[in-house]
């Protein structure tokens, strides 16, 4: 029985070796990304949006707004009081809902550490996540031109942690507070896809996620909600996921209802939008989701 166990260790141990070398140099590349575009370049990029207050553009500043909200180094929980700031300026809704939906789906560190899944999967998320936060501006536009959509009360934004009057040193700062909260969720996503490389049946994988693809976008659309805690730690599985026969549209669907749906950031939600708007939100990322997969299956 103890020679069983530690044969089993041995395996998992090998699996999660060759996972960790092939994976590692991509993480860190995105922390370090994710930390010079924080301390750096997070102003500029959030003046950039406020500037937009004001001027002409119109439904068009959707499409920008929905650009910049890519590039904020924010999650979520650092998205929202900006988001009531620009909110109190009297920014418009519509794209306030571009900007936040695409700021959720994606950051600059999550896209440096999503080339490790490949250039389509790549290409393929930054396009789906900047057209998911398009279309929300727009049916925001569109439904709630005439009432509010948001309500940020209570919000404001936080105090920065990135104030030493060093650069190089506010940058290593960063840095290790980036490591410190994502490292645990990158070891744990590695060992799950070396548990998932041992014990899970690449074939099986691919009847359900590659063969049937209809199937697969959903069943990845649904599992996104409740397995999704972090970018750091899915990216492993992602990368295992495709190379066991997983469809890019069902990987697509995963990439877009995880962030969104993320557990411990609904709550913040849900007293943003309230819960007629909160269930408006939840439908939209799951539709647009399987949408995207199937026609990206479509497609490739």
């Known amino acids: ?27 860190i590349l995105g922390m370090v ?16 949006f406020a500037s937009m207050q004001g001027t002409r553009l119109g439904t068009v500043g959707i499409l920008l707004a929905s ?14 009081p900006i988001a009531a700031s620009f909110s109190r300026q009297g920014m418009r809704e519509d794209w306030l809902a571009a900007f936040m939906m695409s700021s959720v789906l994606l950051n600059p560190q999550l896209l440096m550490y999503s080339t490790a899944l490949g250039t389509t999967a790549l290409l393929i998320r930054l396009l789906s996540c900047y057209v998911c936060g398009v279309v929300a501006g727009i049916l925001v536009n569109f439904r709630f031109s005439d009432k509010p959509f948001f309500n940020f009360d209570g919000f404001s934004p936080g105090e920065s942690h990135d104030t030493d009057p060093n650069p190089f040193l506010r940058f290593l700062k960063n840095l290790g507070r980036n490591i410190r909260a994502t490292g645990p969720y990158f070891l744990i996503g590695i060992l799950l896809s070396a548990l998932f490389q041992r014990y899970v049946p690449s074939e099986q994988f691919a009847s359900l996620f590659g063969v049937h693809k209809g199937f697969g976008v959903l069943l990845a659309a649904t599992i996104g909600v409740p397995l999704y805690a972090c970018g750091g730690g899915t990216i492993p599985l992602l990368q295992e996921w495709l190379m066991s026969g997983m469809s890019m549209g069902s990987a697509a669907a995963f990439m877009i209802t995880g962030p969104a749906t993320k557990i411990t950031n609904l709550g913040a939600l849900k007293i943003v939008l309230g819960m007629k708007h909160f269930v408006i939100y939840i439908v939209y990322v799951m539709v647009f989701s399987f949408v995207t997969g199937f026609l990206i299956n479509l497609i490739l």
């Open 1 to 27: 029985m103890l020679e069983t166990i530690q044969g089993e260790l041995v395996y998992i141990w090998y699996y999660f070796d060759i996972q960790f070398r092939q994976i590692f140099v991509y993480w």
């Open 33 to 48: 990304i994710g930390s010079l575009v924080s301390v750096f370049a997070k102003d500029r990029i959030h003046n950039l």
């Open 67 to 80: 650009a910049l909200g890519i590039l904020s180094p924010l999650c979520m929980y650092g998205t929202i």
